[in-house]
Each structure stands twice: as structure tokens, then as C-alpha cells.
């Protein structure tokens, strides 16, 4: 019978030991575990972390009121634990590691009376243990800008080293601060805090070198000096206020001619400019123009003024500590010439008729040329044979239409030659008789 009995009494512990599982697995993924810790910290620095278990949900459950419900289970090796302290839906650990390195630390959850259970929540997380100082560099003015490493130039700088060592690991160190002002000059102080002024613009890097000095004991159950070091650094931009505009340029112009005014900023660049032209002197609005970047100091304005009238330049300026404002006034009388776009299409048809006139004169010169006189005398049969056109045509086609109606200039000459009489003698014929 005792066999019979074996199954029942095995199930019935079985199911005994189910029972402390009911609070988890009604619980399990309906919480999650957030972690916290202050490390990074130096080698022999105590960290701590801190797990707390939360609704999964932006806390809409509501957790269990008895503070006995649940367990955190912890592993940190190689780190070696300092302490441990529990309360109701959290606990937190202290720890210390020796040597550098990035360790991770994982915790979860379960119930309190069950270590075998499944888990209602876990979490990990990596700390870093680090041999130099930990630590940054806090830079603040008196002037507050809303651009941030932007400072004033000629306005004392509070350059500041924080330590970070939330264990007071340090506490009876002795320190020793190097600075470098990116700017060649440098200083050493026992001071983590120092005043410095740049009096030009521009983009410097703070350097700092701190070194720690502190007692610890050594094995030989001595006490001995341990040196820490570490380095930091950050970046400042200097620049200037605008303090106004100047600008350079007329007051009085003609229509039509073109204008140009020199902007220049008293104030670091880069900086943005806007300018509208306007007949009374208002400021911009924003928006109201288009903004052009400059990087000098200076900045050509060009314009050119159509109708008569009273304008003003109205003209914005602003880099990123401060901006500024200035008016020009300017006024254009009607121009006593016409525009130049008249000029060139005049010139042009001037000189088309200039060549048109050269080209007539040239060719009627080339054909002149050809033009010569010759006197010859023609016996031949052939001469007479040809009827001859009345005088009065034939002198009125020779004045007027022969150089164009014959074919080639060697008929041309021809009838030249056969229109002039033979030239008279010099000297009278004698006649002889012969008796």
C-alpha cells in the first residue's frame, strides 16, 4: 500500500511547493527594474547601485503593501562588495574595484520565500572602474548668453574643476592643478578654481592637468603616498559685442547710377546682415528680408536707384552674442543724361552706317580704277560691220547704263575706245607731187 501512497504524497508536495510561485507569476511582466549608479569612479573608489522595482505600466499598479513579498539577488563579481541595505521594492549595493576595467553587475527579482523561481524582473548594467580622476571642467560669466561655450571677450572667466568622487574617496588628498589657457599662458595652483580674462576673439581650449596625492596603506603594513592623475579640457569661443554699425557712402545721387555703401561691424564674426530699402527709416522686422551670412568685418552694399525720391537703408546685423541696428539716408534726384541702356543700341546703328559708307566708297574707288583710257586703232573688216546705235542713244547708254549692261569690262573698254576720235596731228601733211 505504501507504493500506492508514493504518487499521491509526491504530487501533494509538488504542489506545496507551487504554491509560494503564485504571487510571482501573477506578477511576472507586470513590473521592471530600474537601475541607477554613480560610477564612473577611480580604482579604490566605493560605487554604488541601486535597483527599484517599478510598474511596467508608468506606475498605474498598484504594488503589494506587505514589504516581505519579493527578494533582489545580486552579482558583481569581481567586484568586491562593502555593503548591501533592503527596503520594501528596492535595495542597494556598495561595491569596490581595484583594478580598471568595465564589469557588469545584473540583480532580478523573485519571490521572497522561492529563490527558485521564475523572476518578476531583472535588469544589468556595466560599471566603469577607471585608474585616472573623474571629473569636468564648469566654465561660467557673470553675462549670461544663451549660446552655449560662447563667452565675452574682456570679461573675467570662473574656469572650475569638479571632482567627481561621491564615496569621499579623496577627501584627505592633496591637489595640485596645471592649467593651459590655449592662448600661451599657463599656471599651476592648489586651487580648483581660477579667474581668467581673453582679450581677443576667437576659439580656445582650455587644458588642465590634475594630479592627487593620497596616503594609503601597503603591505608591509606601512603607509605610502598613491598618485592619481587626470586630464581634462574644454573648448571656449570668444567673441565681441556688436557694439553699432558704420557706414560708409553717399548721401545725394542721380537716377540710374549705381551706389556703394561699406557696412562695417564693430563686432566679431561671423555675423548675419539683413538690409531692406525703405522711404522712412523703420527697423526690420523679422522676416521682412533675406539674411546674408558675412565673415569679415566689412560688407559691400550695392544698389541702383530707378526713380527719384527719399530712401533709407534700413539694416540689421547680429552675431551670437548681441545684434544691432542702423539707418542710412539717401536721396536721388532725376539724372540730367539719358540711361545708358539708350547708349549702346545708338552706337551700334552709328557704326553700321559708318561701315555701310566705307563700302560704298571703297568699291566705287576699286571701280574707277578700272576705268582707263587707251587709244587704238581697229582696220580690220570685222570693224565696220557692226551697226552703230544713233548718237544720241548710244552717249545716253555709255553715261548711264554701259558699265552695267555690257558683260565684261573688255567690251566696256571697246566702246570707250570706239566713241573717241583720233587725237589731231602735231604737225600738217605736206603733199608732194611727183611731175
Known sequence: ???????????????????????????????????????????????????????????????????????????????????????????????????????????????????????????????????????????????????PSSYLTKTALKISFLLHDPSNFFKTASFLYSWDFGDGTQMVTEDSTVYYNYSVIGTFTVKLKVVAELEQATLDAGKGIAQTTGDFSASLKLQETLQGIQISGPTQIQSFQKMTATLNFLGSPPLTVCWRLKHECLPLEEGECHPVSVANTAYNLTHVFRDPGDYCFSIRAENVISKSHQYHRIQVWPSSMQPAVFAFPCATLITMMLALIMYITLRNAAHQKDMVEVADFDFSPMSDKNPEPPTGVKCCCQMCCGPFMLETPSEYLEVVRENHGLLPPFYKSVKTYTV
Open 1 to 147: 500500500m505504501a507504493p500506492a501512497l508514493w504518487p499521491r504524497v509526491s504530487c501533494i508536495l509538488w504542489l506545496a511547493c507551487l504554491l509560494p510561485l503564485a504571487p510571482a507569476g501573477v506578477a511576472a511582466g507586470l513590473y521592471e527594474l530600474h537601475l541607477t549608479t554613480d560610477s564612473p569612479v577611480t580604482t579604490g573608489a566605493e560605487v554604488t547601485i541601486t535597483a527599484s522595482l517599478v510598474a511596467s505600466d508608468n506606475g498605474s499598479l498598484v504594488l503589494p503593501s506587505n514589504i516581505h513579498v519579493y527578494r533582489f539577488h545580486w552579482i558583481h563579481t569581481p567586484l568586491l562588495l562593502t555593503g548591501k541595505t533592503d527596503e520594501a521594492f528596492s535595495s542597494t549595493i556598495r561595491a569596490v574595484g581595484n583594478v580598471p576595467g568595465d564589469f557588469p553587475v545584473s540583480v532580478w527579482v523573485t519571490a521572497a520565500n522561492c529563490w527558485m523561481c521564475q523572476p518578476v524582473a531583472r535588469s544589468l548594467l556595466v560599471l566603469s572602474i577607471t585608474e585616472f580622476l573623474v571629473g569636468n571642467l564648469v566654465v561660467t560669466q557673470n553675462t549670461s548668453l544663451p549660446w
